[in-house]
């Protein structure tokens, strides 16, 4: 049974930082494709950050590129978002996720976390 647990959310500043963590179990984490996603208050969940599964390949939304940054750690199952200059059009619940695949597809993730709450404040 897959997994995914997050920790690392929190309230914060304008400006600020955050890094999310992703703790995997269950299967072979270094072999697929992880992601994270967002959902704000009244609006859909939405695509954040995917890292494919040797964390040669990433990719980011328009939103956050140049502030965010997905990262894994094979060796201790586990994927990160760093978050700088956090906005407060940030705030929302982040989800990690898991794919299917070794790189990230346009299909949906099969695994999701439960979620953990970034506030940004101004």
């Known amino acids: 049974q897959v997994q995914l647990v997050e920790s690392g959310g929190g309230l914060v500043q304008v400006g600020g930082s955050l890094r999310l963590s992703c703790a995997a179990s269950?299967?072979?984490?270094?072999?697929?494709?992880m992601g994270w996603f967002r959902q704000a208050p009244g609006k859909e969940r939405e695509i954040v950050a995917g890292?494919?599964?040797?964390?040669?390949?990433?990719n980011y939304a328009d939103s956050v590129k140049g502030r965010f940054t997905i990262s894994r750690d094979n060796a201790k199952n586990t994927v990160y978002l760093q978050m700088n200059s956090l906005k407060p059009e940030d705030t929302g619940v982040y989800y990690c996720?898991?794919?299917?695949?070794?790189?990230?597809?346009?299909?949906?993730?099969?695994?999701w976390g439960q979620g953990t709450q970034v506030t940004v404040s101004s």
């Open positions: 996720a898991g794919y299917t695949t070794g790189v990230v597809p346009t299909t949906p993730p099969r695994y």
């Open positions: 269950g299967r072979t984490f270094s072999a697929y494709a």
């Open positions: 890292i494919s599964w040797g964390g040669g390949s990433t």
